[in-house]
């Protein structure tokens, strides 16, 4: 089973220490917690003829990372730094905004904006009742990475990670929302939530999760995730959680018709299909954006509905 923990400012490979803070109004609060693990021991008295041999690493640690509110800039809010260990080893950047019972993992898309690209709704859902945690994915952001190994196949494992971590801070019914190629894996990971087969982190690895949102999901067609549904192509006739696809109808990078074709290959009988015809070529993360007059798109209300339906 994939697990959690809050790590440190400064890394170590003897364990890990952390600080969780609060940034409100841009200053740092002084309360903060600090966790220690206990470091691992072995069996049996050293042979001192055959000296400890350092492990190569099997992966590379993460690097400090800012608040949120420094880092991707506005709106500047209250957030919890912590960070999540896959079931594989790999450390991960996230940040949770808001408490409480309904909990929602934003999935990134794939590219250099990481979590920073869902900052500004996961502060607009905290600010409605919601637990959100957001993250760098495997090899992006701040996060970690296997060392010579490959981030695809991991991806899954990352949201197991971000899943038992919400879990932990206290959100029963959490819903998986991912944009882009985001939206694609959370398609795979509910899939795997309610298939009765076993996620990469062990049975149980996605409990709690009730529902699923994937907004232009792309790259449905190529792997993201190991065997049994290594796309999202494979992983829709799996589905038996409500899902929400949203996508505009002149969207390049999730052309209307293939994704229609996905939606039609869900199998789950909760299944809503949203096409925004107000936003013709917005793709992704985008299709939930204020304008400048600060109101969020119908869209944006579409998943505050099926959230509230389906997280209550």
């Known amino acids: 089973m994939s697990h959690w923990m809050v790590s440190p400012v400064r890394h170590s490979w003897s364990g890990f220490s952390a600080v969780s803070c609060l940034l409100l109004a841009g ?5 903060c ?9 072995g069996s049996g008295s050293p042979d001192p003829s055959h000296p400890p041999v350092s492990p190569t690493p099997s992966v590379e640690a993460l690097r400090p990372a800012p608040h949120p509110s420094v ?3 506005m709106p500047t809010a209250p957030a919890r730094q912590v960070v999540l260990r896959a079931s594989d080893g790999v450390q991960l950047d996230a940040t949770i905004a808001g408490t409480g019972s309904r909990g929602v993992v934003l999935v990134p898309e794939l590219g250099r904006q990481s979590l920073c690209g869902w900052w500004d709704y996961a502060t607009f859902l905290a600010g409605r009742g919601y637990q959100v945690l ?3 994915h495997r090899c992006t952001g701040y996060s970690g990475c296997p060392v010579g190994g490959s981030a695809a196949v991991g991806l899954v494992t990352d949201i197991e990670a971000a899943t038992a971590a919400l879990r932990a801070a206290g959100a029963s019914r959490i819903a998986l929302v991912g944009a882009s190629q985001g939206g694609a894996e959370v398609l795979i990971a509910g899939a795997l939530a309610r298939s009765g087969t076993t996620a990469p982190g062990g049975p149980g690895a996605f409990a709690g999760v009730s529902a699923v949102a994937a907004f232009s999901p792309d790259e449905t067609g190529v792997q993201l995730a190991g065997p049994p549904y290594a796309t999202a192509e494979q992983a829709a006739p799996a589905l038996r959680l409500p899902v929400l696809v949203a996508v505009a109808p ?3 990078n999730a052309p209307l018709d293939r994704v ?8 789950a009988p909760g299944k809503q299909l949203v096409v925004d015809s107000a936003q013709p070529g917005v793709h992704g993360w985008d299709l939930l954006s ?4 600060g109101k969020r798109p119908a869209t944006s209300g579409r998943l505050l509905a099926f959230l509230a339906r389906y997280t209550g």
Not at 36 to 41: E, I, V
Not at 260 to 267: E, G, T
Not at 290 to 293: K, L, M, R, S, Y
Request: proline letters at 9%; glycine letters at 6%.
């Open 33 to 41: 917690t600090t966790a220690q693990l206990p470091l691992p021991t």
């Open 71 to 73: 880092r991707c800039g």
């Open 134 to 136: 957001l993250f760098d």
């Open 250 to 252: 002149a969207d390049a």
């Open 290 to 293: 204020a304008g400048p007059d």
């Open 27 to 31: 200053t740092l609060l002084a309360a």
């Open 260 to 267: 229609q074709a996905l939606f039609a290959r869900i199998a």
